[in-house]
């Protein structure tokens, strides 16, 4: 895992796996981590821009996943089921 520190101060947290895309593939988690596909020809310098470019939206997407795990009553310790 690698983290972007961003200029107003906050992080970024992502995991690069390189494989063989067309296209690189971003995909956020509830933990607040994105987990970055890539070819082996993009540099890690033109992932971090684009990330960095895209921090905001991100961010907010992480936020949103864990606000509704909390609704519907997901945690880490399990997820209730018919009650």
């Given at each position: ?53 895209r921090a ?28």
């Amino acid at each position: 895992m690698k983290i972007i520190s961003l200029p107003d101060g906050r992080e970024l947290k992502y995991e690069l796996t390189r494989k063989r895309v067309k296209n690189i593939n971003m995909r956020v988690s509830s933990n607040g981590i994105v987990q970055v596909s890539a070819n082996n020809r993009l540099t890690i310098e033109n992932i971090e821009a684009i990330l960095a470019e895209r921090a905001d939206y991100f961010l907010n997407a992480a936020k949103q996943l864990q606000e509704r795990e909390k609704r519907m009553g997901i945690s880490d310790d399990g997820m209730r089921w018919l009650g």
